[in-house]
């Protein structure tokens, strides 16, 4: 049983296998478009919305960095963060993708608990889309009448297969009998939307449908669509599962899973409505597809497609629900800098249909002859439903102009420009009048978002006002805390390196650094733990004994600060003759300019504490040699000033 499984801790062999196996650009590349830039990989951010990339990959590290929002993590780290996952789910996560066999030992009562009433949800959702499946292929009812269904729709075996799709027996409680024999519970069930409490006794709410499971990018179950087959006035003809702890209708896509490669390969994305339109294309060999089923589309969902591409074309029907469907949240769109096109298809026809009665070739044939931008889509609905009647055409002037507005002017200003004309000729109005109509929407959105924040602030209590303004938001980083974790990244990244006299840099770091310097706790400690790794095993720690640290703030930490800086672009070395140096140059820099911060703070400590004993001592034989002492101390530190003289050195001086 599946809760045996969730009663098991994962052995540390096990996990290092995981880290060692798994590819960070493989597993990101699953959720983002990464394009390649120099060694590493950049994308926008999957974990806030930017319209230019920050997100960077290293795989040499096997790290990211978000310098948009600071998010940064290893390969587990992103998992977790990204599908809302614990540290061993994402583990096992791993594991599946990569076909590894954990090896697990028993966990305590307590932990067991705790995790199985974690994963509760998600493992009845398992077991309910198993159990759908099997009852489609394995049972007479779901051959005669599930089956027949899918087979009318001409869904063959390794579709079904791919989508998981299954069937619910007619009988009212069938499935919740046999779930309780498992050990899931009615009031877990109810939640999931998979059975009705009706005076005390439960019965099943997808009887007698076939179901279209709902996954996650990552392929977990997240809910159900379910189709009845009978024809019942008083029933919906879909249901889908309500809200809860997995299932967010406006932050899941119908489809994402099997088509997320798909999308990013061909760098577009086809929107349709429902679930067989995703899976017919799918079929018939379209597969950058995917369904809000039947919502206009939501911030978060465009944010899902945002990760890996910014070309959205969608396909509706010809008739008039279709086309009020598809202007539906491309304002939205627009403004998140998508490049949105709409394909009306046939009359009579919807993406179903039509490529399973024209095959893939003509449909892709069709959708690329039959684009339109959503401005030009827009106008052409609107004058023909306008045709010469001035108050709509008016009104339709005013809803284009909102549209244009909602483009982000800084960065697609030739965009809008290219649909002010368009619009313009097209209406029939001047130009000019036109770009200050867009203007006008322009100012009235600024001074709405400015009002909206205005009344936010008005909301917040005077005394909270008060204490805000006089605590500061954030503490400010000190030069030797900043200094002390440079002092780390050198450790780290350059320990293992030969220096001219010494083993290595790590024993000259070793040597002349003193580390009752180093103030910072986490600092402090993972300076000790490198160096006794060091010298217990005779062997330099490597990256990934940090990046994959056991302590997840030592984790995220790690994979902040070892993530490398940014490559000069050609054409900053061309416009401003500009030139990196060469890696052997910026190792010894790093390392020389670190080591003489901490041998600077270590000669002004006892420059201090000479002087104070200066003042004091009255015997002149010992109050010769104090002085020499602190001259020679004054020239070693006018040598590193002369050497590395910045703001950063000198401001352990003045500080």
Known sequence: MESLTFAKMISPASIQEVMNRADIIDVIGQFVRLKKRGTNYIANCPFHNEKTPSFNVSPAKGIYKCFGCGKAGNVVTFVQDHEKLTYPEAIRWLADHYKITLEETERSPEQQQKQLAEESLRILNEYAATYFYDTLMNT????????????????????????????????????????????????????????????????????????????????????????????????????????????????????????????????????????????????????????????????????????????LTILYDGDSAGIKAALRGLDMALSQSFNVQLVLLPEGEDPDSFVQKS??????????????????????????????????????????????????????FSLQSHYIRTASGKLGVDEAGMVNLVNKYIRDRVESEQKHSRRDDAAIPEADMLAAEQEPTTAPVSTDELQEWQLLRVLIEHGHEQYEGYESVARLIEERVDPSLLKNPMVSNLYEEYFTHYNKFGSIPAHHYFINHQEQDIRNKMASLLHPREEISTRWKEKYSIESQEPGMVFLNDVDSTLSYFELKKILIIQNELVSKLNNETDPVRLSVLQKKFLELRGLEREILKKHGTVVFKSLKYK
Do not use: W
Request: charged share 25%; with cysteine; proline share 2%.
């Open 140 to 311: 007479e009812e779901g051959q005669l009448i599930g089956m027949s269904y899918f087979k009318q729709r001409g869904f063959r075996k390794d579709i079904i297969d791919r989508f998981r799709l299954g069937y619910n027996p007619d009988n009212g409680d069938s499935f919740y009998r046999t779930a309780i024999s498992k050990g899931h519970k009615g009031e877990l069930m109810e939640r999931a939307g998979l059975a009705k409490n009706r005076n005390g006794s439960y019965y099943d709410v997808y009887r007698g449908r076939v179901i279209f499971p709902i996954q996650g990018m990552t392929g977990r179950i997240l809910g159900f669509g379910a189709r009845i087959l009978k024809s019942n006035e008083k029933a919906p003809k879909y249901i889908n599962s309500p809200e809860n702890e997995l299932y967010v209708k406006s932050k899941v896509l119908y489809g994402m899973y099997q088509s997320r490669q798909a999308i990013g390969k061909q760098d577009e994305c086809l929107l349709v409505e429902g679930y067989t339109d995703v899976i017919s294309l799918h079929q018939g060999g379209v597969e950058n597809v995917v369904s809000s089923s039947g919502t206009s589309l939501t911030e978060d969902q465009l944010r899902l497609i945002g990760q890996l591409t910014k070309n």
């Open 359 to 412: 095959g893939s070739a003509k449909f892709h044939e069709y959708i690329k002859d039959h684009k339109q931008d959503v401005i030009s889509f827009r106008l052409q609905v609107g004058l023909t439903d306008a045709g010469s009647d001035p108050v709509k055409r008016s009104k339709l002037t005013n809803e284009i102009a909102e549209s244009i507005a909602k483009i982000n002017k800084a960065e697609d």
